[in-house]
T-cell receptor, first 113, second 114 residues
Framework: DAKTTQPTSMDCAEGRAANLPCNHSTISGNEYVYWYRQIHSQGPQYIIHGLKNNETNEMASLIITEDRKSSTLILPHATLRDTAVYYCIVRVGYRNRDDKIIFGKGTRLHILP | DGGITQSPKYLFRKEGQNVTLSCEQN?????MYWYRQDPGQGLRLIYYSQIVNDFQKGDIAEGYSVSREKKESFPLTVTSAQKNPTAFYLC?????????????FGSGTRLTVV
């Protein structure tokens, strides 16, 4: 089973910031939080990941709470092309024979014109 | 450019036939994965492999088989024992040496069994 909980769907107006929450209350100390998105009928695309600190890249920002039990993905200026399913995932962060990603159902983000 | 290639993009087969989906990567990644996605659903893990000549079952391995004879290749065979093979199949790879990289996914193969 996936170790994360996300809302099924969210709407966001074009040009506004999209804030996608994720709960991972059972996360272990050595597990990273990863975010991916999947545009219809394509393979998932890596967005960002983090362990403890907040992270930012050209696509998004990741805010992780101090207790690491939840996180928020922020798309600062959403466009129609950001309409996709967003997956929040936890993954062990070291070489591990059992390393694998278990996907939940994700959040379907609709960007409204 | 490095990447992961799945072929073909669309595949049609008659019921009862085995079919093999191709997945090739030139990223020098150690690990490779196969996922299945049904309409409106998330991805479910079929098989994964961390090194050549070794692989593990995922959550829904029944009716599928894989091989990992080369680092670059991880073909998936959908056998006649798979009761509902029609689905979107995604292959992914990753390096296990550095967690600063996530998974890289292929563009998928849509299998339809008639």
């Amino acid at each position: 089973d996936a170790k994360t909980t996300q809302p099924t769907s969210m709407d966001c107006a074009e040009g506004r910031a999209a804030n996608l929450p994720c709960n991972h209350s059972t996360i272990s100390g050595n597990e990273y939080v990863y975010w991916y998105r999947q545009i219809h009928s394509q393979g998932p695309q890596y967005i960002i990941h983090g362990l403890k600190n907040n992270e930012t890249n050209e696509m998004a920002s990741l805010i992780i709470t101090e207790d690491r039990k939840s996180s928020t993905l922020i798309l600062p200026h959403a466009t129609l092309r950001d309409t996709a399913v967003y997956y929040c995932i936890v993954r062990v962060g070291y070489r591990n024979r059992d390393d694998k990603i278990i996907f939940g159902k994700g959040t379907r983000l609709h960007i409204l014109p | 450019d490095g990447g992961i290639t799945q072929s073909p993009k669309y595949l049609f087969r008659k019921e009862g036939q085995n079919v093999t989906l191709s997945c090739e990567q030139n990223l020098n990644h150690d690990a490779m994965y196969w996922y299945r996605q049904d309409p409106g659903q998330g991805l479910r893990l079929i098989y994964y492999s961390q090194i050549v000549n070794d692989f593990q079952k995922g959550d829904i391995a029944e009716g599928y088989s894989v091989s990992r004879e080369k680092k670059e290749s991880f073909p998936l065979t959908v056998t006649s024992a798979q009761k509902n093979p029609t689905a979107f199949y995604l292959c992914a790879s990753s390096t296990t040496a550095n967690t600063n990289y996530g998974y890289t996914f292929g563009s998928g193969t849509r299998l339809t069994v008639v």
